[in-house]
């Protein structure tokens, strides 16, 4: 069956960086295009970056373009997400996202950013 496992979350203080990773299973990883959300205590769930099957695209939201990257490694079957100049507005639950005819989600890694 498809897994997500993410991994990489922590608390870290405002200006610092996280690296987060999913690491993916049950599913031909390098056909699909990959993405990052985030929930935020008491808000909805938001698209933080997709990045396409073989990496050669990448989109972003307009508050994280410029902060974080995300890209992958199709031979180790993951998904990254550098997160860069963290802000305490970037604190959320961060979850990668696939859609291969459905739609999965991993359990999710908190970010916490607080001095």
């Known amino acids: 069956q498809v897994q997500l496992v993410e991994s990489g979350g922590g608390l870290v203080q405002p200006g610092g960086s996280l690296r987060l990773s999913c690491a993916a299973s049950?599913?031909?990883?390098?056909?699909?295009?990959m993405s990052w959300y985030r929930q935020a205590p008491g808000k909805e769930r938001e698209l933080v970056a997709t990045?396409?099957?073989?990496?050669?695209?990448?989109n972003y939201a307009d508050s994280m373009k410029g902060r974080f990257t995300i890209s992958r490694d199709n031979a180790k079957k993951t998904v990254y997400l550098q997160m860069n100049s963290l802000k305490p507005e970037d604190t959320a639950v961060y979850y990668c996202?696939?859609?291969?005819?459905?739609?999965?989600w991993g359990q999710g890694t908190q970010v916490t950013v607080s001095s």
């Open positions: 996202y696939v859609r291969t005819g459905y739609d999965y």
């Open positions: 049950g599913f031909s990883f390098s056909v699909y295009a």
């Open positions: 990045i396409s099957r073989l990496g050669g695209s990448t």
